[in-house]
């Protein structure tokens, strides 16, 4: 979601300014820093980056520096007072606002902040997404009301809002429309949409994906990220009935015990997490699944955390994210002591690392022998070669050309890598 809103303020100033990307920060008239405070560690870089930036204001004082995303939100001008070299800062909501708040900065040389969560929407506001050539992200919701108790989220990009569905149709037929093949549809609880339709009719996920689905032009579908809880039989069916739908999933589950699960406030127990794996598998058997982990929630047991491996065991992921906890200022967990030592955490989370990439490693090895297709993204770093993505989401590096990016290509893999896979491009 980042990455999707760092795309559309790039758009927002080549469109005000006639703005370009430029290869170092030091050529820059405008340096914007979009950031993330899910975990104590993203905030921290913020400021050590800042570090770097005031050096380079130093020498071009009409350099204009700006903090954006969730830490903008949630620290606001105190940014500005540890670091008064910081010409604005702004939330995830409010970046709509740049081209105006950097006139603001221009003009009268002052300090702007822009942390309210407008009930307009920014959407209206961004031009239209002008796409990389191959892939693309639509946000069709934002924000969270589920309020898991260690989660910064719904404090930082407020409750949630689906947009409707025709300006979401219209975005996707606009990137459709540059040539793009592949979208993903954003949200931090996706398949939470309930969206208007033209008829004032409300519509859920599902219905969306069914019509995202029927665009002329488009070729894969992805979505992100699903929520446990708003899992339907139907949205699992979609996967065996669309055939542009990739088989690919990221449901995280968090962790493997009801205790935890309970604290946590995730709003099911660990035995409705079964049955939607099952059924998942059962309209679409070769679909990818991956999930988020967090070890060492407070008051997390030895026995809390086998249950979690248990889990895992289980289900048998392709591929797993797995962090330590982590306090956020103002969430319901950071009033609890964070009581797992760190040593425990550690080796927590190394033993589920163990687990984990054992798991992706064998479903890695599965692919070997497969003649699999691949839409080309990028030259990879080693010379001569490129990468792509499979359907279910696997990285595959070959031996091809530049002019292949944005192809869907069939490749033969001939090896496995612990995240990555090796192939040869088939031609006709
Ligand atoms: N909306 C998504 C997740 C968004 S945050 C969902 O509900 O699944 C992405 C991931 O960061 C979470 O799944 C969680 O595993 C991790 N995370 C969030 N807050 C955290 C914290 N305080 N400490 C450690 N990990 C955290
Ligand atoms: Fe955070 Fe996801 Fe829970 Fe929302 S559902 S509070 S985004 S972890």
Redesign the pocket.
């Given at each position: 979601m980042n990455e999707y809103d760092s795309s559309r303020m790039l758009d927002l100033m080549q469109d005000a300014y006639g703005m370009k990307l430029v290869a170092n920060p030091e050529d820059a008239d405008v340096i914007l820093m979009n950031t993330c405070s899910?975990?104590e560690k993203a905030e921290d870089k913020v400021y050590s980056e800042l570090g770097r930036y005031r050096k380079l204001k130093e020498k071009r004082p009409d350099m204009i520096i700006g903090v954006g995303g969730c830490v903008g939100q949630q620290e606001g001008k105190r940014i500005q007072q540890r670091a008064p070299y910081v010409d604005a800062v702004f939330g995830p909501q409010s970046y709509h606002k740049l081209p105006e708040m950097i006139n603001k900065i221009r003009r009268e040389r002052v300090n702007v902040t822009a942390t309210e969560m407008p009930e307009i929407e920014k959407f209206d506001h961004l031009p239209a997404p002008k796409g990389n050539g191959m892939s693309g992200f639509v946000t069709i919701m934002e924000g969270?009301d589920?309020f898991?108790t260690?989660?910064?989220?719904p404090y930082t990009r407020g409750s949630e809002l689906s947009r409707p569905v025709e300006d979401v149709l219209e975005e996707c037929r606009k990137l459709l429309a540059t040539g793009i093949t592949e979208i993903s549809l954003l949200g931090?609880?996706v398949n939470a949409y309930r969206g208007l339709a033209a008829d004032e009719d409300e519509w859920d996920f599902t219905m969306l994906l069914y019509a995202v689905a029927k665009l002329e032009g488009l070729e894969r579908l992805r979505f992100s990220?699903?929520?446990p809880m708003e899992v339907t039989e139907e949205m699992a069916a979609a996967f065996g009935d669309l055939p542009v739908l990739m088989p690919y999933l990221?449901?995280?589950v968090?962790s493997g015990s009801d205790v935890i699960l309970k604290a946590m406030h995730?709003g099911h127990a660990r035995d409705d997490y079964f049955p939607l794996i099952e059924s998942l598998r059962k309209h679409c058997p070769d679909i990818a699944l991956s999930s988020?982990?967090?070890v060492g929630y407070p008051g997390e047991t030895d026995e809390d955390f086998e249950q979690t491996l248990d889990l895992v065991r289980r289900v048998n992921y392709d591929f797993s994210?797995c962090?330590?906890?982590?306090?956020?200022p103002g969430?319901p967990?950071a009033q609890s002591e964070d009581n797992i030592p760190e040593e425990v955490k550690d080796e927590r989370l190394q033993r589920l690392l163990a687990l984990t990439r054992l798991q992706t490693r064998e479903a890695m090895n599965k692919q070997i022998g497969r003649v699999v297709n691949v839409l080309v993204e990028k030259e990879s770093k080693t010379d001569g070669e490129m990468q792509g993505r499979t359907a279910d989401y696997r990285i595959v590096h070959f031996e091809g050309q530049p002019r292949q990016i944005g192809q869907t290509m069939p490749v033969r893999i001939t090896k496995a890598y612990g995240q990555s896979l090796r192939g040869e491009l088939i031609l006709a």
């Open positions: 899910i975990r969270c589920k898991c260690f989660c910064v989220v931090q609880n990220t699903s929520h990221h449901l995280p968090q995730r988020d982990f967090i994210y962090f330590k906890y982590s306090p956020r969430t967990a």
